[in-house]
C-alpha cells in the first residue's frame, strides 16, 4: 500500500523544554486531528518545524528532540530564529497572508523574505524528498510552503502530490500585485490535486494560471505539458463529535464539577433570566474584523437601549504576531474601543464587553460555545472559519443563532445563519437584534439543519474526499498516459522502421515539429529541425510530407529548399517534391467577403487578436488576447459563425488559440490519403498535436503509427508530450 505523508509549516505536536529533556504534547487543532488519523492509518511521516529555534538548542539536544519525534512518525525540519523570522514572520505573513486577505496596503516586499522562503521551502522539500518513496502520496499543507510541490515533484515525479490551501486564493487583480506571482503559481502546479476552502478561491486560482502561464483548463483540470492537474473546493470540516460530546458532558456537570469560568458565566444569567450573552473568538488578527464587531455593537446598544444591561458580548482574542506593528496597533485599537463601550454603557452590575486577550483550556471553549445564545463572527477575509462551525456542534439543545461575515468561507455551507456584510455596521447593529429576538422555534429549525451538514462533512470526511480525490486524479492521469510512448514501444517503432523498404512519413508543423509563437511569422525552422528533417529526407527510403493548415507562401519559404513534399491549408494545395504546386480539390474562395466583416468585428472588440487570409481559409488568431477574454470571444465567434455557414459549404476547424473558417470537403485526412495512393507503403507515420490532425489519425490505415503531440483525448494510437519528444523521436529515426 502507499503510504500517505503530510507537510506542514508546524508539526502536529507541541515541544516543551522540562528540566531535564524535552515533552512532546498532541496539538488539539483541527489539521492535527483531521490528519492524524491519515498519516498514521497509511504508514506516512508528518514533515514540520517543531517550534523551537535551533540556536536556542545544542547538537545533543536536537538528536533527542529527532528521536522523540521518530516515535511518533515525524520528522522535524529545524529552523534557525533569522530563518523564521525571514521566511516565516516575513514572508509568509508579512507578504503572503496580507495579500491573499486583500490586505495589500500591509505586504512588505522585501527581497530577502522571498529568498528565505525559497531556502526553507527547500528545506522542507528535501526533508520529505529523505523519506518518500516512488508511488507514495504527500499531501503539504498551506501558504508557508507554496514552492514545495514543485520542488518534490522535480525530483521525484512518481509521487502522488497534493496541495491544500487554508486560507483565500486572491483574484487575479490582487495576486498580480506580487512580484514573485508566477513563482509561486509554478510550484504549487508541481501539485496533482490543489484544494480550496470554496469554489471562489478555486476560480480566482483559476484565472491566475491562466493570464500567468497561459495553461488551458477545462472544467477543473488544468493542461500543462506533460501533465494534468485537478484542483476542487473541499470546504475543512470539524472533529464534530468530540465537541457534541463535551458540550453534552457540560450540561450534566455538577457545580463542583464546573469550571471557575463557567460558574462565572451562570451568576451573569442569575441577575435576570433574559439576560444574554453574545459570543465571538478569533486569532488577533486584522483579517477578523474585530474593530467592525466592536463599533457595530456600540451602534446595537444605541439603537436598541432595552438591551442595555441584558447583554454582553464576550470576546475571546487570542494573542498572536502581536511583535509585529500591525497587530501592535490593531491590539491597541481594540483596547481603546473595548474601554469606550465599557465606560459609556457599563455600570457596577454591568459590563457591556467582556474581553479576554489570552488562550483559553479548550474545556472552557466549550463552556463558552454552550452558554452563549449568539455566536458574531465578522471577519472581513476568512479562509474558512472554523469557530462558526464549532459553535453549531456545541449547541446540543439546537437552540442559538449563528450571525456570519458573507466574507467567511464558512458561509457556503451556512445558509441558514444570519448572514451580515462586515463593513455595513448598522446591518451588524439590527442582525445582532434579529438574533436576540428569534423565536425559539426558528432558531431550533435553523440549527437543526446547520447541524446536519457540519456533522455529515466533518474533518474526517473532509481529509477522507481530498485522499479521494488524490486517487482519483491518479486514475485520470493513468488515462491521459495511455497511450504514451515508452522506450519499449519506441524500440518497437524504429525497429520496424528499420526494417520497412518504403516509408511515408506525414509530419505537422505547428505544435509538432516546433512550439508556438505569439507571432505565426516568427516560428520558423531552428537549425536543429533543419538537421533532423535532412537527415530524413537523406535516406531514399523515405517520403517526408509536412502536412499543415499554414499558407503555401510560408511553408515553401521556410522548407522551400529540403526534399520534402507540402500539403497546405489543411489539405487544399499538394506540392510534390520538384512539381508546382497542385489544388487537390476545386475549392471556392467567393465566401471571403461575407466572413471577413465578422472577423474583423471579432478583432476590433478584442484587443490582441489578429486576421490571418490565406487562400481557402481565413483564420482569427487569440493567442495574445486576455486568455479569459480571448475564450469567451472565441465561444461567442463560434456560434456566429454556425449560424453564417449554413448556406455555404463551410467548416468551421479550431485549433489552438485560432478558429478558422474554410472551405469544407477537404481535411487532411483526405489529403493524406490521396497521397498515398494506390503506393505500398510498408511503413506510415503521422505526428500532430490538434483536432485538425485528428481527420489523418482517422483515415490513415490502422497499420499507420499515429501520434498525437499533448495528452489530450486522441485518436492517434500514441502520444507524445511535446514538441522536444516530437524530436527525439525524429532523431532515433534519422540515426537508422
Ligand atoms: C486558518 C484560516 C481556516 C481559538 N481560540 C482558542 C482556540 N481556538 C481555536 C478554535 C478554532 C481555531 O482555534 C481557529 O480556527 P479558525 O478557522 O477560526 O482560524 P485561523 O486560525 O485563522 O485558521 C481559517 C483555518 O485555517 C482552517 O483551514 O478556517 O480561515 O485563517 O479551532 O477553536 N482553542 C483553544 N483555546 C483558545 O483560546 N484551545
Redesign the pocket.
Known amino acids: 500500500m502507499s503510504k500517505i505523508h503530510i507537510v506542514s509549516n508546524r508539526l502536529p505536536l507541541s515541544i516543551s523544554r522540562e528540566e531535564e529533556s524535552f515533552e512532546l504534547s498532541p496539538s488539539?487543532?483541527?489539521?492535527a486531528t483531521g490528519m492524524r488519523s491519515i498519516y498514521k492509518e497509511y504508514g506516512g511521516k508528518w514533515i514540520g518545524w517543531p517550534g523551537l529555534a535551533k540556536d536556542d538548542l545544542t547538537e545533543d539536544e536536537i538528536v533527542e528532540i529527532d528521536d522523540k519525534l521518530v516515535t511518533e512518525d515525524c520528522l522535524a525540519v529545524h529552523l534557525s530564529k533569522e530563518e523564521i523570522n525571514l521566511y516565516y514572520e516575513g514572508f509568509s505573513n508579512n507578504v503572503i497572508w496580507p495579500l491573499f486577505h486583500y490586505f495589500a496596503q500591509f505586504c512588505d516586499y522585501n527581497p530577502d523574505y522571498w529568498e528565505a522562503y525559497k531556502k526553507v521551502n527547500q528545506k522542507f522539500a528535501q526533508k520529505a524528498l529523505e523519506t518518500v518513496d516512488d508511488g507514495d502520496i504527500v499531501w503539504i499543507h498551506d501558504y508557508q510552503l507554496l514552492l514545495v510541490p514543485e520542488m518534490i515533484k522535480s525530483v521525484k515525479p512518481n509521487v502522488t502530490i497534493g496541495f491544500f490551501l487554508?486560507?483565500p486564493f486572491p483574484s487575479f487583480e490582487v495576486f498580480r500585485i506580487l512580484p514573485w506571482r508566477n513563482e509561486l503559481i509554478k510550484g504549487m502546479l508541481g501539485s496533482d490535486l490543489i484544494g480550496f476552502?470554496t469554489y471562489d478561491y478555486e476560480r480566482h486560482f483559476f484565472s491566475s494560471v491562466r493570464r500567468l502561464l497561459g495553461y488551458e483548463i477545462s472544467f477543473n483540470e488544468i493542461h500543462l505539458e506533460d501533465r494534468i492537474i485537478l484542483a476542487d473546493a473541499f470546504p475543512?470540516g470539524?472533529d464534530y463529535d468530540k465537541f457534541e460530546n463535551l458540550a453534552k458532558d457540560i450540561t450534566h456537570k455538577s457545580l463542583q464539577e464546573k469550571s471557575e469560568l463557567h460558574r462565572e458565566l451562570e451568576k451573569y444569567f442569575l441577575v435576570s433570566p433574559d439576560r444574554k450573552l453574545i459570543l465571538s473568538?478569533?486569532?488577533l488578527?486584522y483579517t477578523k474584523g474585530i474593530p467592525n464587531r466592536l463599533h457595530a455593537f456600540e451602534k446595537f446598544l444605541n439603537k436598541y437601549p432595552e438591551f442595555r444591561n441584558q447583554v454582553s458580548l464576550i470576546m475571546?482574542v487570542?494573542p498572536s504576531r502581536d511583535e509585529v506593528e500591525q497587530y501592535k496597533l490593531l491590539k491597541s485599537e481594540i483596547d481603546e474601543l473595548v474601554g469606550r463601550i465599557n465606560g459609556q454603557y457599563g455600570d457596577v452590575n454591568y459590563t457591556p464587553v467582556w474581553y479576554f486577550y489570552r488562550?483559553?483550556?479548550?474545556e472552557n471553549?466549550i463552556e463558552l460555545y454552550s452558554t452563549s445564545d449568539v455566536a458574531l463572527i465578522t471577519p472581513v477575509r476568512?479562509?474558512?472559519?472554523?469557530?462558526a462551525k464549532?459553535y453549531i456542534a456545541c449547541r446540543v439543545n439546537q437552540s442559538g443563532v449563528l450571525v456570519i461575515s458573507e466574507m467567511?468561507?464558512?458561509v457556503k455551507e451556512l445558509g441558514e445563519a444570519i448572514i451580515i456584510n462586515p463593513n455595513n455596521e448598522d446591518e451588524i447593529a439590527d442582525s445582532i437584534n434579529q438574533a436576540l429576538t428569534m423565536p425559539l422555534d426558528e432558531q431550533r429549525r435553523r440549527m437543526k439543519y446547520l447541524q446536519s451538514r457540519i456533522r455529515r462533512y466533518d474533518v474526517f470526511k473532509w481529509s477522507g474526499e481530498f485522499i479521494k480525490g488524490l486517487k482519483k486524479v491518479e486514475g485520470i492521469q493513468q488515462h491521459f498516459l495511455a497511450k504514451r510512448i515508452t522506450s519499449s514501444l519506441s524500440k518497437e517503432l524504429v525497429e520496424k522502421f528499420a526494417s520497412a523498404k518504403k516509408r511515408a512519413i506525414f509530419l505537422d508543423y505547428d505544435g509538432t515539429l516546433v512550439g508556438f509563437n505569439n507571432d505565426p511569422q516568427a516560428a520558423s525552422p531552428d537549425e536543429e529541425l533543419h538537421k533532423l528533417i535532412t537527415k530524413l529526407e537523406e535516406n531514399e527510403k523515405n517520403t517526408v510530407t509536412i502536412i499543415s493548415g499554414r499558407d503555401r507562401e510560408t511553408l515553401e519559404k521556410w522548407l522551400g529548399n529540403h526534399k520534402v513534399n507540402l500539403i497546405v491549408e489543411h489539405g487544399v494545395w499538394l506540392k510534390k517534391i520538384g512539381e508546382d504546386w497542385k489544388m487537390l480539390d476545386n475549392i471556392s474562395s467567393t465566401w471571403k467577403p461575407t466572413i471577413r466583416p465578422l472577423l474583423e468585428n471579432f478583432v476590433d472588440r478584442t484587443p490582441g487578436t489578429f486576421i490571418e487570409e490565406k487562400n481557402y481559409s481565413l483564420v482569427w488568431h487569440y493567442r495574445n488576447a486576455e486568455p479569459e477574454q480571448g475564450e469567451l470571444r472565441a465561444n461567442e465567434l463560434k456560434d456566429e459563425l454556425r449560424n453564417m455557414i449554413a448556406n455555404h459549404n463551410l467548416e468551421i476547424m479550431e485549433g489552438n488559440k485560432v478558429i478558422e473558417v474554410k472551405a469544407g470537403g477537404i481535411n487532411k485526412g483526405i489529403a493524406a490519403q490521396r497521397f498515398l495512393g494506390d503506393d505500398d507503403y510498408d511503413f506510415i507515420l503521422a505526428m500532430g498535436d490538434d483536432w485538425t490532425d485528428e481527420y489523418m489519425f482517422r483515415e490513415l490505415p490502422e497499420s499507420a503509427y499515429t501520434i498525437k503531440v499533448g495528452l489530450k483525448k486522441t485518436e492517434a494510437s500514441y502520444k507524445v508530450e511535446s514538441v522536444k519528444s516530437v524530436r527525439n523521436l525524429l532523431k532515433s529515426l534519422g540515426a537508422e
Open positions: 488539539v487543532g483541527g489539521l487554508h486560507i476552502h475543512m470539524i473568538i478569533d486569532r488578527d475571546l487570542v488562550s483559553l483550556p479548550f471553549l476568512d479562509g474558512m472559519n472554523l469557530v464549532e467567511a468561507g464558512a
